[in-house]
């Protein structure tokens, strides 16, 4: 009996979550490799960031979802290197053959050739980010509230799209809503909140009347907006922005960055290997058919490429991209097993969505433009189909509706240390060399 050919899946993300599911039934042997032990729901990050759920609600393991498919193994490691050529992949310590390969190692968060800001603002991409971030904001708060200062925290947001608007949405929620009443010698409802954008508004990629509703809704729960404004220098507790040729220095208790996303280590590798290059972006350009440069055996899928559409536009980084292109490249798996030709890649785009605050949400679905309600029950059912598993499905459920009756955020515990000492501002040199007209709240 011939031995069954080896289909090897790389994340364990959206897309190689699909990948695998869509060849339950199929007469091949599937190895999932990942470098984490479960699978991230990241679009509800921003939620345990700032305590309205807990971790485990948006994870759930890999080997407990794909229990019941026999035809997979799932490996805990990271993949490091590739040689299509001999059909193998390799980390530190293993050696994986394949017949076929679906690389889905997802993202990273780009800080655009500033790496060493990621100290100082972390990313919303992994579990440790959200509690790390959570752990600063509420860490903000108690910090000022310990040592009675009269002017609350000053917690910025770098960046206007989905992420960014949800969380300074929801910190503006904590802040004014769910913590009011519980602290005595502060008003945290008086934390200033600020959401920076590069662009001239927020939501760039959806129409510009459902841009202006966030920003108005945004503007109304108490956020400040920077629009066409960069960061210029960063550090822990204070930030320069630069707005055309006028600077702004920002005292800031916490900063959270939602700018960028670039492709996983594992897309300049795989683009090494196969001899063609990456995009600025570090993500690794498919053909139409997901395969990568003339490798018929190895697909790619997820954030970690650029998929460009025959008008020319751009695939973003989201769940539904990667579930779509996970499922089509393991279909195509299946079509070259039978000797049949591979079909390009055709993305369905059923619409995008993005919350802002309780009861608040904007919706592109069709070509139907929803606001307020309408668009918020569109996003809390759509998020609760997307989650993987019941159990997650019926406990977010139900801490959803009970935050949206007590305005609670249940989910508010830190660990780790929290500095009781705030840190001393840099010298006035390193931030002021280059500030033409400064302003300082």
Same mark, same amino acid.
């Given at each position: 009996?011939?031995?069954? /050919?080896?289909?090897?899946? *790389? #994340? !364990? &993300?959206?897309? =190689?979550?699909?990948? +695998?599911?869509?060849?339950?039934?199929?007469?091949?042997?599937?190895?999932?490799?990942?470098?984490?032990?479960?699978?991230l729901f990241q679009p509800l990050l921003y939620q345990v960031a700032t305590g309205?759920?807990?971790?485990?609600?948006?994870?759930?393991?890999?080997?407990?979802?794909?229990?019941?498919?026999?035809?997979?193994?799932?490996?805990?490691?990271?993949?490091?290197?590739?040689?299509?050529?001999?059909?193998?992949?390799?980390?530190?310590?293993?050696?994986?053959?394949?017949?076929?390969?679906?690389?889905?190692?997802?993202?990273?968060?780009?800080?655009?050739?500033?790496?060493?800001?990621?100290?100082?603002?972390?990313?919303?991409?992994?579990?440790?980010?959200?509690?790390?971030?959570?752990?600063?904001?509420?860490?903000?708060?108690?910090?000022?509230?310990?040592?009675?200062?009269?002017?609350? /925290?000053?917690?910025?947001? *770098? #960046? !206007? &799209?989905?992420? =960014?608007?949800?969380? +300074?949405?929801?910190?503006?929620?904590?802040t004014r809503h769910t913590i009011v009443g519980e602290f005595r010698r502060t008003?945290?409802?008086?934390?200033?909140?600020?959401?920076?954008?590069?662009?001239?508004?927020?939501?760039?990629?959806?129409?510009?009347?459902?841009?202006?509703?966030?920003?108005?809704?945004?503007?109304?729960?108490?956020?400040?907006?920077?629009?066409?404004?960069?960061?210029?220098?960063?550090?822990?507790?204070?930030?320069?922005?630069?707005?055309?040729?006028?600077?702004?220095?920002?005292?800031?208790?916490?900063?959270?960055?939602?700018?960028?996303?670039?492709?996983?280590?594992?897309?300049?590798?795989?683009?090494?290997?196969?001899?063609?290059?990456?995009?600025?972006?570090?993500?690794?350009?498919?053909?139409?058919?997901?395969?990568?440069?003339?490798?018929?055996?190895?697909?790619?899928?997820?954030?970690?490429?650029?998929?460009?559409?025959?008008? =020319?536009?751009?695939?973003?980084?989201?769940?539904?991209?990667?579930?779509?292109?996970?499922?089509?490249?393991?279909?195509?798996?299946?079509?070259?097993?039978?000797?049949?030709?591979?079909?390009?890649?055709?993305?369905?785009?059923?619409?995008?969505?993005?919350?802002?605050?309780?009861?608040?949400?904007?919706?592109?679905?069709?070509?139907?433009?929803?606001?307020?309600?309408?668009?918020?029950?569109?996003?809390?059912?759509?998020?609760?189909?997307?989650?993987?598993?019941?159990?997650?499905?019926?406990?977010?459920?139900?801490?959803?509706?009970?935050?949206?009756?007590?305005?609670?955020?249940s989910a508010r515990l830190t660990s780790g240390e929290t500095s009781l000492v705030?840190?001393?501002?840099?010298?006035?040199?390193?931030?002021?060399?280059?500030?033409?007209?400064?302003?300082?709240?």
């Amino acid at each position: 009996m011939s031995q069954r /050919p080896q289909v090897l899946i *790389v #994340g !364990g &993300g959206f897309g =190689g979550l699909a990948a +695998a599911r869509r060849l339950h039934r199929a007469d091949v042997s599937v190895t999932l490799v990942d470098r984490t032990n479960h699978h991230l729901f990241q679009p509800l990050l921003y939620q345990v960031a700032t305590g309205g759920l807990s971790p485990a609600n948006i994870a759930a393991p890999l080997r407990n979802l794909l229990r019941s498919q026999g035809n997979v193994t799932v490996l805990q490691d990271e993949i490091t290197g590739v040689d299509p050529e001999s059909s193998l992949a390799w980390s530190a310590t293993e050696q994986y053959a394949y017949d076929y390969a679906i690389f889905a190692a997802g993202g990273v968060t780009s800080y655009f050739g500033k790496p060493g800001w990621a100290v100082s603002a972390p990313g919303l991409k992994t579990l440790t980010d959200a509690r790390e971030i959570r752990r600063r904001v509420l860490g903000a708060l108690e910090i000022t509230e310990l040592k009675g200062l009269a002017d609350p /925290p000053t917690f910025v947001v *770098v #960046g !206007g &799209g989905p992420t =960014g608007v949800e969380t +300074a949405g929801a910190i503006a929620e904590l802040t004014r809503h769910t913590i009011v009443g519980e602290f005595r010698r502060t008003d945290p409802s008086k934390s200033r909140i600020l959401l920076v954008e590069a662009g001239d508004r927020l939501l760039a990629n959806y129409p510009k009347s459902l841009s202006t509703a966030a920003a108005k809704r945004l503007t109304a729960m108490g956020v400040e907006l920077r629009l066409s404004t960069m960061p210029d220098e960063l550090h822990k507790d204070q930030v320069m922005l630069k707005c055309g040729d006028s600077f702004e220095i920002v005292r800031t208790a916490t900063i959270v960055w939602a700018a960028g996303i670039a492709g996983a280590p594992l897309a300049s590798e795989l683009a090494r290997a196969v001899g063609i290059a990456t995009e600025r972006d570090s993500r690794v350009s498919v053909n139409a058919d997901l395969t990568v440069s003339h490798y018929e055996n190895v697909f790619a899928v997820g954030d970690m490429v650029r998929f460009a559409e025959s008008n =020319g536009n751009t695939l973003p980084g989201v769940a539904p991209v990667a579930i779509q292109q996970g499922k089509h490249a393991a279909y195509n798996v299946l079509r070259h097993l039978r000797g049949k030709h591979l079909k390009p890649f055709r993305y369905r785009d059923f619409g995008s969505m993005a919350v802002i605050g309780r009861g608040a949400a904007v919706a592109k679905i069709g070509p139907a433009k929803l606001t307020g309600y309408p668009a918020w029950f569109a996003w809390l059912f759509v998020h609760l189909l997307q989650l993987v598993g019941h159990q997650n499905r019926l406990l977010v459920a139900l801490q959803w509706g009970w935050n949206y009756f007590t305005k609670n955020r249940s989910a508010r515990l830190t660990s780790g240390e929290t500095s009781l000492v705030p840190e001393s501002p840099p010298s006035s040199e390193t931030h002021l060399s280059k500030v033409v007209n400064a302003t300082a709240p």
